[in-house]
């Protein structure tokens, strides 16, 4: 993996992982910049062909 996806890969956990926490705590405009950052992420990934397929499920819908 070279540094980009490495660097987009921990991005993408960082954002989910705070989606999470916000969700947890209830802060809605939180949530909402979050889930925004993610998707940009994801466009990011797409543009690029970086398989973000994988290991994010769990993490999504955990909380």
Do not use: P, W
Request: charged letters at 25%.
């Amino acid at each position: 993996m070279n540094e980009f996806m490495t660097a987009l890969h921990l991005r993408i956990y960082d954002a989910v992982s705070a989606l999470q926490k916000a969700r947890e705590q209830g802060d809605e405009d939180l949530c909402l910049l979050q889930a925004g950052e993610l998707e940009d992420l994801v466009e990011i990934a797409a543009r690029h062909g970086v398989d973000i397929d994988c290991g994010y499920g769990d993490l999504a819908h955990a909380a």
